[in-house]
């Protein structure tokens, strides 16, 4: 019940292209998404998040999209850039649950 | 934000030996977390360092192998303690943003190879 599952661990997308990586879970009580970013020899950094109210959310080129019926929720980078390619953890968590983490997407961008 | 620091960033240890990694908070937090990253596998929470009090375990994790500190509001220590190859993984201190309390800010990790 605690468990994300995130796929797919690995996704090469050309320049230029759109990266999807996709989430699912299983705990209603769950109420905060974010995604994470981590580049080789750093720690996770957050990149974007959402809450189960809106159905989507942009931050440039960097989008959510919520599906709580599905308890799914994916990331979309559009205009994938070589600088982008990193590794992407989903989370979730929520009352009194701690963060639970997704097993993390190697995003190559070919130039 | 949160501007962690970790000491050592890497380390190549015996079996057997103890290490203690440190983390140290630009800022006073009232949340920090230990956090555990094998290769290709997700982050995995150790325990929650609480000031003032003892650590508090996640399933799996002990006190004797994993003794934490916390002495005050922005630092703590992870030992690992009579390591074993097993035990090499990165290990991530995390802080909660007080002001946006779902935010996490990960230091930049302690790379630990057990020989």
């Known amino acids: 019940q605690q468990q994300v599952k995130q796929s797919p661990q690995s996704l090469i997308v050309q320049k230029g292209g759109i990266s999807i990586i996709n989430c699912a879970y299983e705990?209603?009580?769950?109420?905060?998404f974010p995604w994470y970013q981590q580049f080789p020899g750093k720690g996770p950094a957050l990149l974007i998040a959402?809450?189960?109210?809106?159905s989507e959310k942009k931050e440039g080129r960097f989008t959510i999209s919520f599906n709580k019926s599905a308890k799914q929720f994916s990331l979309h980078i559009m205009d994938s850039q070589p600088g982008d390619s990193a590794t992407y953890f989903c989370?979730?968590?929520?009352?009194?649950?701690?963060?639970?983490f997704g097993r993390g997407t190697s995003l190559i961008v070919h130039p | 934000s949160a501007v962690i620091s970790q000491k050592p960033s890497r380390d190549i240890c015996q079996r057997g030996t103890s290490l203690t990694i440190q983390c140290q908070v630009d800022?006073?937090?009232?949340?920090m977390f230990w956090y555990r990253q094998q290769p290709g596998q997700s982050l995995t929470l150790i325990a929650t360092?609480?000031?003032?009090?003892?650590?508090?375990?996640e399933s799996g994790f002990v006190i004797d192998k994993f003794p934490i500190s916390r002495p005050n509001l922005t630092f703590s220590t992870l030992t690992v303690s009579n390591m074993s190859p097993e035990d090499s993984s990165i290990y991530l201190c995390s802080v909660e943003d007080g002001l946006a309390t779902e935010t996490q800010y990960f230091g930049p990790g302690t790379r630990l190879l057990v020989l």
């Open positions: 705990n209603t009580a769950f109420d905060y």
């Open positions: 800022s006073q937090v009232t949340m």
């Open positions: 959402i809450r189960p109210d809106v």
């Open positions: 989370a979730a968590r929520g009352g009194s649950y701690i963060p639970t």
């Open positions: 360092a609480n000031q003032g009090s003892e650590a508090t375990y």
